[in-house]
């Protein structure tokens, strides 16, 4: 029976059986979404330093006196993305 309310839901949905034929098969299925979940947060981590470092060395190559000011400072190679 539907629940009361003002969106009718059913009580129940199908089973889902996919990969759960073996052992390995149901690890691989407990192991997908985290998996993912791990792999766009690491992807996520080097992509943000990357582009940081991109965007500082082109802002730094188009104003010398920020460039010049870093160098006081004990930067002196911000330039590249090496330094």
Known sequence: MPSAGI???ADSRPART???GSVPAFAVRRTMRPLAAWSAGIGAYFLLP??????MTEFLTGNPQFAAMAAQAGFPALA???G
Request: overall charge negative; aromatic content about 6%.
């Open 18 to 20: 996919a990969w759960l």
């Open 50 to 55: 990357g582009l940081i470092a991109q965007s």
């Open 7 to 9: 969106l009718a839901t």
């Open 80 to 82: 590249a993305v090496e």
